[in-house]
C-alpha cells in the first residue's frame, strides 16, 4: 500500500516568509480548472485554498502541496476539490 505523503516532491518554495503574505499557485492561476493555491504567513501558517484537478482527457492535476496547516474548499466542483485527501 502507499501512502499519501504530502510535501514529499513539492515544488514549494523553502525560504521562511519573513513579513507579509506568500501566494504560491500550484495550479490554476492561468487556466480554468487545475485549481491550487498556498497562502503563507510569518508565523509559519500555511492554508490551502482549493485544490482541484481539471477533468480533461487525460485529467491534469496541480503541483503537489506542501504540509498545510489548514484548508478552505470554496465550492464542491471537481476543479476545486477533486485533489483535496
Known amino acids: 500500500m502507499v501512502l499519501y505523503s504530502p510535501g514529499q516532491t513539492s515544488s514549494y518554495?523553502?525560504?521562511?516568509?519573513?513579513?507579509?503574505?506568500?501566494?504560491?499557485?500550484l495550479g490554476g492561476g492561468n487556466e480554468v480548472g487545475?485549481?491550487?493555491?498556498?497562502i503563507e504567513d510569518?508565523?509559519?501558517?500555511?492554508?490551502l485554498?482549493?485544490?482541484g484537478l481539471a477533468p480533461t482527457d487525460p485529467p491534469r492535476y496541480p503541483k503537489e502541496a506542501p504540509k498545510v496547516t489548514d484548508c478552505?474548499?470554496?465550492h464542491s466542483?471537481?476543479?476545486?476539490?477533486?485533489?483535496a485527501p
Open 13 to 25: 518554495p523553502e525560504e521562511v516568509v519573513k513579513e507579509g503574505l506568500r501566494f504560491h499557485y
Open 34 to 38: 487545475n485549481v491550487g493555491c498556498i
Open 42 to 47: 510569518a508565523t509559519g501558517t500555511r492554508l
Open 49 to 51: 485554498l482549493d485544490y
Open 72 to 74: 478552505i474548499i470554496t
Open 77 to 83: 466542483h471537481i476543479d476545486h476539490i477533486g485533489m
